[in-house]
């Protein structure tokens, strides 16, 4: 699929106005010979030339010109090129094991697999200090991490059950101090949590989440509000939230809801593979379809040799599904923006592969290839406050993107395999992050390791 002319032309204009400055007569790195996604992402350039210096995009021009001298060359032979992806719901500190049969992977683990799929950036929405610690002393190879924190919610809420610190708040008098707090750890995001445990627990009042609003947004902080309900949706809203993590799953959203979603530029998250995956694995094996090498043979034995139908939440968010699939396109229609948030870490959400997940489960609901390369692009970058660093191909960017075979704008399928990912500028060895994988066994209870078990492939 070609663009325009004319948006041809606007990509790739002249080297001096797209060029960064360099004192250096080489670049780093040349790709030639590669299309890449428009702005829109209505389709994709004719084919071009990225020029690398450092970790940036330094600029892009047509074949045509000729190629200025880089100490590296690539060519693409053609193929697609797609901003890196960016999950915008993960938990690094847990592994996507099950809670029964719990498996932890270190940090690391977890960010090298996330890295195998194409995951460039994650947003870790439930953190303690000691994994902030750990991720400010990450390498430039990990991917990028925007870390909240711990999360605001109502003392015994939800979060409180994982054993992490959490800002436990009942009133308004006691913020200041949580505040104080939350900004020790030098977040990217704030995250609060609306969640009565099924009527068990008082929320967070509304003049609780005005406050957190507040700071928030005179902080420059995204507010990013775990919801389930309706109502829930719109008291974060009407909050100040910048983002709504998790979605509607049970009930149809209402005209009242979507105007406030568009008055305040909210962007809807819904982790739709995170509530199916147990159920659609346990029916249709369609995880165990997709590319499984990176994750443990331990971990892979301990999910999938016997998927157990879900039960409880699950159950009903399994049968319920319709309501949350169509909540996503009627949103989607109406201009609301939609990101991709996978929850990975939870279970049947390994790392990485969870995003891929939840990019053929928003396909799966309606959404078009389109608009699905923009939620896990574009629109998740705008959310974080990031769009100027990434989620889009263009000189002065982080040079963090994937070359595929096929276009996904024609079949999102192609997203699941990639030809070649680049992070900061480098080329990643995805055969070594497996082997890394590989080296770091899960630590937890043994589990039959066996190939077949019961029709399931791992």
Known sequence: MKVTAIASCLLLASSNSFALETKKSDYDLRIDNVQILTSGAEGFSEKSRIYIQDDRIARITPMTR???????THDAQGKYAIPGLIDLHVHLSASGSTYKNYQHLPLETNLNNQLYYGVTAVTDL????EMMQSISQLNDLA??????????TNPRGHGTQFGVKVHEIDSIEQISASWDAHLSYQPKLTKAIIETKNGTAVPLSDDVLNEI????Q???LPFFVHVTTLEDGKRAIKAGATALAHGINFEPVDNEFIKLMLQNEVTYIPTLSVLHNQADEH???SITQLDLAPIHPKMKACLFNEVQAPIGSRKLAWQKKAIAYNNVV?????GIKIGTGSDSGVPYSPHGLGLISEILALQKAGLSNQQILLATTQVAAKALNASDDIGSISPGK????????KNPIENIQAITNPEKIYLAGVAVERKQLIEKSYATPPIGSSCESSSEKKGHRI
């Not at 439930?126 to 200090?129: D, E, G, K, R, V």
């Not at 991917?143 to 605001?152: D, E, Q, R, Y």
Request: hydrophobic share 45%; glycine share 4%; proline share 7%.
């Open 66 to 72: 000729t190629a200025l001298p880089a100490e590296n």
């Open 283 to 285: 029916e249709n094996q």
């Open 126 to 129: 439930l953190m303690s200090s």
């Open 213 to 216: 609003g507040k700071r928030s």
């Open 330 to 334: 009627e949103l989607a229609k109406a």
């Open 143 to 152: 991917p990028l991490v925007f870390a909240s924190g711990p999360a605001f």
């Open 218 to 220: 005179s902080a420059d």
């Open 398 to 405: 982080r040079a963090d993107f994937i070359l595929l075979n």
